[in-house]
């Protein structure tokens, strides 16, 4: 009778063990696919960090491009602004109607 008491035990503990060992394993392949999971969560952030960046470049590049268009257009203006102030002053010269002393 106790040899059949201590299979039983044995038969038990061993059953203990044996689900001890399942749970722990479940418990680590549920971590594993939660660190996956959050490993493709990161990579996935970080793709969309890259994204806007090149994002923000090309835009700075775009107004670095447009502010170098418009002093352009600026400096162009005042070329135009002086030689039409210096046809007017030409014509103001040459034309016998212009008094000297001006207005």
Do not use: C, F, N, Y
């Amino acid at each position: 009778m106790t040899a059949v008491i201590i299979i039983v035990i044995a038969v038990v503990v061993v059953a203990v063990v044996a689900g001890a060992v399942v749970v722990m394993r479940r418990r680590a392949e549920e971590r594993r696919r939660q660190a996956q999971e959050h490993r493709d969560q990161a990579r996935a952030g970080h793709l969309e960090a890259e994204r806007q960046e090149s994002k923000a470049d090309e835009l700075a590049a775009r107004a670095k491009r447009e502010q170098l268009q418009a002093e352009q257009q600026r400096i162009e203006a005042a070329d135009k602004r002086t030689d039409a102030d210096d046809l007017k002053a030409r014509a103001d010269a040459v034309d016998p109607d212009v008094a000297d002393d001006g207005p």
